[in-house]
């Protein structure tokens, strides 16, 4: 599969950060792509949870974390796609406490 890493300082605790990528159905509140999104399964948010995406301008994909180390890591595998030109993908979010803020690297594979 095809990969890029993209990495980013944010001027926030970490905690603060984990705080917005946890809240894994309001990925359309910090993501401008992200039209609407909602958790599709009761619980805490962790291994296993899933979302809902309607994308911009048009498409839907569906999530699921398959790895959860609060504070640090989160991996979601996009399993399902429509009118999306990929077949899958995996995301990996990495935390880093950093001066002045936190340290987010995303490692993503398609």
Known sequence: MPSMTLSRHIGAPIDRVWEVLDDFGGIHTWNP?????ALTTDGPVGSGSERFCELKPA??????ITHHQ???????????????????????FRLTEAAGGTDVSIDYEY
């Open 70 to 92: 609060p504070g640090e890591r989160m991996t979601v595998h996009i399993y399902e796609m429509t009118k999306v030109p990929l077949k899958e993908g995996i995301a990996d």
């Open 33 to 37: 792509g992200v039209a609407t999104s």
């Open 59 to 64: 498409g839907v994909i569906q999530e699921r």
